[in-house]
């Protein structure tokens, strides 16, 4: 492992348990610190990126740090930040495809006709909001592009920063529907962050170390 990936890793993990003591110990102030690791994955993601593939798993770690811009910073703008996590989705399916560079059929009728079956519920309960479809099309493709990176094992650790990414949303999805069940909804807000940046820092480690190996 180089000096460069090692310093990556520690300097993440100072900022990742830094924000969770402030948090669990309910001091404000953790957001820029929690911003700080996203653009640093933007950073080595775009430094280790020598090929192709690799770009593409930068431009969407940049475009993480645009949807967080507006989720995690801004604390508002939901639709935009989740529009643009539906873009970061379709770049990872993009990089998925490769060296295939086409989805099967059959992949493809998932990624729209999951979404539109969970759009026309929505309707049927009238919670057809423009956030919710967003975050329809979005969570089916991430959901898909996990399930299909475990088919990659050169990309590891890729699969396991996907699924702790799904962590996150599945905790966001807690805190949001507050379910008035107090252990529950405390877990979902110290949970999501405590999913959330390991598996950035885990899929940028994906790009660094097949640096590395190349």
């Not at 310093?7 to 924000?19: A, K, P």
């Not at 700080?36 to 950073?43: E, F, K, Q, Y």
């Not at 930040?81 to 990872?92: A, D, E, S, T, W």
């Not at 990624?111 to 539109?116: D, T």
Request: net charge neutral; charged share 15%; hydrophobic share 55%.
């Amino acid at each position: 492992m180089s000096c460069g990936t090692k310093f990556f890793i520690l300097t993440e993990s100072i900022l990742y348990i830094i924000f969770l003591t402030l948090d669990l110990t309910g001091v404000s102030g953790s957001a820029w610190l929690k911003y700080a690791g996203i653009l640093l994955c933007v950073c080595f993601g775009f430094a280790g990126a020598d090929s192709r593939e690799d770009r593409l798993i930068a431009l969407a770690l940049f475009f993480t740090a645009a949807a967080d811009f507006f989720l995690l910073v801004l604390n508002r703008h939901y639709e935009a930040g989740v529009f643009i996590f539906c873009l970061v989705q379709l770049l990872y399916c993009v990089r998925l495809t490769f060296p295939e560079k086409k989805c099967p059929p059959g992949e493809i009728a998932l990624r729209i006709g999951i979404p539109a079956a969970l759009i026309l519920l929505l309707a049927l309960l009238h919670r057809q909001s423009l956030l919710n479809i967003l975050v329809s099309i979005y969570f089916t493709n991430l959901v898909i592009n996990a399930l299909k990176s475990l088919r990659r094992p050169e990309l590891s650790p890729m699969p396991a920063g996907f699924f702790l990414f799904i962590g996150c949303d599945i905790c966001v999805g807690l805190f949001n529907l507050n379910l008035q069940i107090p252990w529950l909804y405390t877990f979902a807000a110290y949970a999501m962050w405590a999913f959330y940046l390991p598996s950035q820092v885990l899929i940028t480690l994906s790009v660094l170390i097949e640096h590395e190996r190349s």
